[in-house]
C-alpha cells in the first residue's frame, strides 16, 4: 500500500485548504482511510476517517462542522476538506491506511502512512 499526501501550504484564519490522499496498491474496498496531524511538541492526533466501502465519516470533535472527509472510488483518492482554518490547526497532516471497516480513531490501529504534508495557518 502506498499512500501519498499533498494539498498542505500556509494560509490564513478563516480560509479553507483542501488536501489529497492518493493510495494505490490495493483494492480499498475493504481498507478505512485515516487523517492524522502532528503539531511540534504535539502527540500524532486523530483528525477524521472514513471507510471505503459504504462511506462512514468520523470526526475529532475538535474538527467537526469544520473538516468534511470524502473519497473519490474512480481516482483511488480521499480528500479533507479543511474549512475555517485556525492557527491551532498549524501541523504536519497525515494519512494513513487500516484494513477492516470499523471505527479506526487510533494511530496505532493504522498500518500504513504516507509522508506528511504541512499546513500552517497564521492568524
Known amino acids: 500500500v502506498q499512500l501519498q499526501a499533498s494539498g498542505g501550504g500556509l494560509v490564513q484564519a478563516g480560509d479553507s485548504l483542501r488536501l489529497s490522499c492518493a493510495a494505490s496498491?490495493?483494492?480499498?474496498?475493504?481498507?478505512?482511510i485515516g487523517w492524522f496531524r502532528q503539531a511540534p511538541g504535539k502527540e500524532r492526533e486523530f483528525v477524521a476517517a472514513?471507510?471505503?466501502?459504504?462511506?462512514?465519516?468520523y470526526y475529532a470533535d475538535s474538527v467537526k462542522g469544520r473538516f468534511t472527509i470524502s473519497r473519490d472510488n474512480a481516482k483511488n483518492t480521499v480528500y479533507l476538506q479543511m474549512n475555517s482554518l485556525k492557527p491551532e490547526d498549524t501541523a504536519v497532516y497525515y494519512c494513513a491506511a487500516v484494513y477492516g471497516s470499523r471505527r479506526y480513531i487510533k494511530a496505532y490501529e493504522y498500518d500504513y502512512w504516507g509522508q506528511g504534508t504541512l499546513v500552517t495557518v497564521s492568524s
Open positions: 472514513i471507510r471505503w466501502s459504504g462511506g462512514s465519516t
Open positions: 496498491g490495493r483494492t480499498f474496498s475493504t481498507y478505512t
